[in-house]
Nanobody, 120 residues
Framework: QVQLVESGGGLVQAGGSLSLSCAAS????????MGWFRRTPGKDREFVAS??????????DYLYSVKGRFSISRDRARNVVFLQMDSLKPEDTARYYC???????????WGQGTQVTVSS
């Protein structure tokens, strides 16, 4: 089992930046990939970014609308994944969730989420 704890959300003006962190604990060796998703009320959960967790695989993947503005990275020594969000827009407002793909069956472990609010 993998436990995930997010931090770093908050309120920022449009054009500003925020950095999210996600600390993983538990059965770390079973993680294949780490990612970030977001959800706004009344909408489905949306994939934002992901990154490989293997020592030889740190390939990132992004939602098209955040490419060039968001950057996902990891610190394997501390079991932490980051999401740097720049040039934020009001439409980025959502609750952001950290997720882990455990045993290559898809993202099946989730954190509690952290709120990101971007004012216009």
């Amino acid at each position: 089992q993998v436990q995930l704890v997010e931090s770093g959300g908050g309120l920022v003006q449009a054009g500003g930046s925020l950095s999210l962190s996600c600390a993983a604990s538990g059965n770390i060796v079973s993680i294949n990939r780490m990612g970030w998703f977001r959800r706004t009320p009344g909408k489905d959960r949306e994939f934002v970014a992901s990154i490989g967790w293997g020592w030889d695989d740190d390939s990132p993947d992004y939602l098209y609308s955040v490419k060039g503005r968001f950057s996902i990275s990891r610190d394997r020594a501390r079991n932490v994944v980051f999401l740097q969000m720049d040039s934020l827009k009001p439409e980025d407002t959502a609750r952001y969730y950290c997720a882990a793909d455990v045993r290559q069956v898809g993202f099946n472990s989730w954190g509690q989420g952290t709120q990101v609010t971007v004012s216009s």
